[in-house]
């Protein structure tokens, strides 16, 4: 299979919510892709997912809504194209320390894409608040972050950042808060240059305007 934009995008979809997973049912091995998301990206799921991974694989998956754990999963079972990702180096099972492809990395008209995938998978959009002291409530302010906060390495966060860069995005220093790396982009200019290049597609209700962006959190 030629790679392409969308599986790009679909590569950074799986990394930041995906898994791959392999185990016997009725006698036989099965191969699975999956993709878990918030209830509220059911929407996001049924119009633009499935679609993508129809265009480009010609299957329609599995999506259902879990009500229990307040969930979207999306499932492909498939050995073939279980066998294209894990060639790309998404591993089986837990995904530890996460690899860019080296098909991604070395062709920049896959980052974009890659990186969409990456947002919309693991990226929020929220308004910045302060707190004077302990207990007081929460000051929100006018202006916007966008923040992408994942398990990886630093390597694999250092190339969002680098992509981000190259394209004119300006990004502040990457952070590790417990077991992930964050990255942010605080500058409203940034951000809205941010959101008119990458184009993420987890945003229904989010317009951006010069110098201005709507507020959107994909984890509210």
């Known amino acids: 299979m030629k790679f392409n934009s969308g599986l790009a995008e679909i ?8 898994c791959l997973s392999t185990y016997k049912s009725g006698g036989r091995q099965i191969f699975e892709i999956q993709l878990t998301g918030n ?10 997912v499935r679609p993508l991974f129809k265009k480009n694989f010609y299957v329609n998956g599995y999506l259902r809504l879990r009500i229990d754990d307040n969930t979207v999963r999306y499932s492909i079972k498939s050995k073939r194209i279980f066998n294209f990702f894990n060639g790309l180096g998404i591993p089986i099972g837990k995904k530890g320390k ?14 974009i894409p890659f990186v969409r995938g990456i947002f919309d998978a693991e990226g929020s959009i929220y308004k910045r608040y302060s707190k004077r002291y302990k207990n007081h409530p ?10 992408i906060k994942m398990m990886c390495t630093l390597k694999f966060m250092v190339f969002i950042k680098d992509v981000l860069k190259y394209l004119g995005i300006k990004t502040n220093n990457i952070i590790k808060t417990e077991n992930c790396y964050v990255l942010r982009v605080t500058s409203q200019r940034d951000l809205t240059r941010f959101l008119n290049t990458i184009i993420p597609k987890v945003k229904i209700g989010l317009v951006a305007q010069p110098g201005r962006a709507a507020v959107f959190s994909r984890n509210s």
């Open 138 to 147: 929460k000051h929100y302010k006018e202006f916007l972050v966008m923040q």
């Open 39 to 48: 209830s509220k990206e059911l929407k996001y799921y049924e119009s633009y």
């Open 98 to 111: 996460l690899k860019v492809p080296e098909i991604i990395k070395k062709n920049k008209k896959f980052w």
């Open 11 to 18: 590569t950074g979809l799986i990394l930041g919510d995906g």
